[in-house]
């Protein structure tokens, strides 16, 4: 019974992740109108990391007498501490490629456009997923054709092509669906908070080098752009990407990431209610069907596992 309410909770919290990060998409087209994609990302990330890195030391000082189930998981599974470090490398890079990119592509497009583009990373996810082994349901490849066209819904216009934002932030997916690919290989085998604080701290130091050398520093465009830097750095890095750790425990890649395009659901409302845009019938029914490919996929996820539980005895 354990098991089977568990399997709800990793969910619950992508779900909570999708909203944070749908929102964050006007916040960060906000910013984009005063400050540079790296200048930007550079407080946006070093605020955040920052901030859950001295939490994670806190809870060191605290708990230094005690033996982590992470410990205790490398261990029992023989995973040396230089290869968690070498994932947690690829990990920072992947979301310093990601971020750049749709920060970059997101000054030129709308956050419905964006949201729906960057959650690509659903269908590149199970793709990088056959390179390691890990099969993908037939099923959940049917789920995530649906919510591939429930997002196409949300971002069509008609006679808009693609055009160079479109491209880069589409090309951000990539980044996107390997750091999730890589932080469900090495999420049991170090502290959630860790993790989620040293890939946040080093995308920020990564974006923040680049920033000096190619952004100057302009005080006045950064106050104007502060409240968009602020939010995503509390609501989107912050309290999202540890959330996300912690939902990514229970719950398989390929099925968080369906969880986690939500967020081009909620971008869309958000610029619906922020930034005053309207909504057509077929984005409604692109929000419809999005949630109709995770309630089905988390559905026969679920049935599956009772089913594997009951035949185990």
């Known amino acids: ?37 790296f200048t930007y990302n550079a407080y946006r990330f070093l605020i955040s990391g920052v901030v859950l890195c ?3 030391l806190i809870k060191r000082k605290v708990n230094k007498n005690k033996v982590s189930v992470e410990e205790e998981n490398r261990i029992k599974d023989n995973k040396s501490k230089k290869w ?6 690829i990990i920072t890079i992947s979301l310093f490629f990601g971020a750049t990119l749709l920060q970059f592509g997101i000054k030129y497009t709308t956050p419905g456009k964006a949201g729906f583009l960057s959650s690509i990373y659903i269908l590149v996810v199970p793709i990088i997923g056959i390179f390691f082994k890990k099969k993908t349901k037939f099923y959940t490849w049917i789920w995530i054709l649906i919510a591939l066209t429930g997002s196409f819904l949300i971002s069509y216009q008609k ?4 055009d160079f934002g479109d491209i880069l932030i589409l090309i951000s997916a990539i980044g996107y669906s390997f ?3 890589f932080i469900d290989r090495v999420n049991k085998y170090i502290d959630s908070i860790f993790l989620t604080g040293i890939q946040l701290l080093g995308t920020g130091l990564l974006s923040f080098i680049v920033k000096v050398i190619v952004e100057p520093f302009d005080v006045e465009a950064l106050g104007h752009g502060i ?20 939902g990514q425990r229970t719950t398989p890649p390929t099925a968080a990431s369906l969880i986690m395009s939500l967020e081009s659901v909620f971008a869309l409302l958000s610029g619906l209610v922020i930034l005053h845009e309207t909504l057509l019938l077929r984005e409604w029914i692109g929000c419809g ?3 109709l490919s995770i309630l089905g996929s988390q559905f026969s996820i679920n049935t599956r596992t009772v089913k594997n539980n009951e035949e185990n005895g």
């Not at 399997?7 to 998409?25: M, Q, R, S, V």
């Not at 968690?84 to 490398?89: A, F, L, R, T």
């Open 1 to 37: 019974m354990e098991k089977r309410r568990n399997n709800f909770i990793g969910p619950i919290i992508l779900f909570i992740t999708a909203f944070f990060w749908g929102t964050a998409f006007v916040a960060q087209k906000l910013g984009s109108d005063y400050v540079g994609p």
């Open 54 to 56: 001295v939490a994670y």
């Open 84 to 89: 968690i470090i070498i994932n947690c490398i």
């Open 159 to 162: 006679g808009e092509g693609f």
């Open 179 to 181: 750091q999730i690919f």
């Open 227 to 246: 409240l968009a830097i602020v939010y995503a750095a509390i609501f989107s890095s912050c309290i999202a990407y540890y959330l996300q750790v912690v």
């Open 289 to 291: 069907l999005i949630f």
